[in-house]
């Protein structure tokens, strides 16, 4: 299956510490991308690959796998990361499906 | 730097076929680095990919589209197209063109996004 599964909301106190996970059988072989969303924007990359920030991207946000679920982690939560969060793979048969998505808010 | 730039018409009738096309500048379309692709969101919902193309040439369609979905590039022009075939209101959405890294699979570069509405 392509499918990729996000929680769809999740919440963190500022200056705490997220985890956003996104899971499906493709990540087994292939990483995950990850997008940041905020109102009216078009997305913008966040990590890729292992576990590589593009330039201007805060070193608070980083990323991990294991097995069948990638996660992003955002260490110190500030106000401006509150965001929809896209995950992003390849399959098997050349597909690129998105995970649902993760609504962030930052009480 | 690298910019997207989509264009085509924000009103499609019912029916009918979704033509949109994104002008690729500061960077060639040709390069075997990259593959081009399109996503869009309707109103309120999620990210659904569309479909891409790579430098060879090969093209993968979302298979719920694939009946209705070509994609195409224009090397003398240095830009791609996106055909829908048979919109309903189902295809409201923003449309984003995008680039993305061949063997990386990701997307480093996206089009602002143009809203398209399919109504009568």
């Known amino acids: 299956s392509s499918e990729l599964t996000q929680d769809p909301a999740v919440s963190v106190a500022l200056g705490q510490t997220v985890r956003i996970t996104c899971q499906g059988d493709?990540?087994?072989?292939?990483?995950a991308s990850w997008y940041q969303q905020k109102p009216g924007q078009a997305p913008a990359l966040v990590i890729y690959g292992k576990n590589n920030r593009p330039s201007g991207i805060p070193d608070r946000f980083s990323g991990s796998s294991s097995g069948n679920t990638a996660s992003l982690t955002i260490t110190g939560a500030q106000a401006e990361d509150e965001a929809d969060y896209y995950c992003?793979?390849?399959?098997?048969?050349?597909?690129?499906?998105f995970g649902g998505g993760t609504k962030l808010t930052v009480l | 730097q690298l910019q997207l730039q989509e264009s085509g018409p924000g009103l499609v009738k019912p029916s009918e076929t979704l033509s949109l096309t994104c002008a690729v500048s500061g960077g060639s379309i040709s390069s075997s680095t990259y593959y081009w692709g399109w996503i869009r969101q309707p109103p309120g919902k999620g990210l659904e990919w569309i479909g891409s193309i790579y430098y060879s040439g090969n093209s993968y369609y979302n298979p719920s589209l694939k009946s209705r979905v070509t994609i195409s590039v224009d090397t003398s022009k240095n830009q791609f197209s996106l055909k829908l075939n048979s919109v309903t209101a189902a295809d409201t959405a923003v449309y984003y063109c995008?680039?993305?890294?061949?063997?990386?699979?990701?997307?480093?570069?996206w089009g602002q996004g143009t809203l398209v509405t399919v109504s009568s």
């Open positions: 493709s990540l087994r072989t292939y990483n």
């Open positions: 995008a680039r993305g890294l061949y063997f990386e699979w990701y997307i480093d570069y």
């Open positions: 992003n793979s390849r399959d098997s048969s050349g597909n690129h499906p």
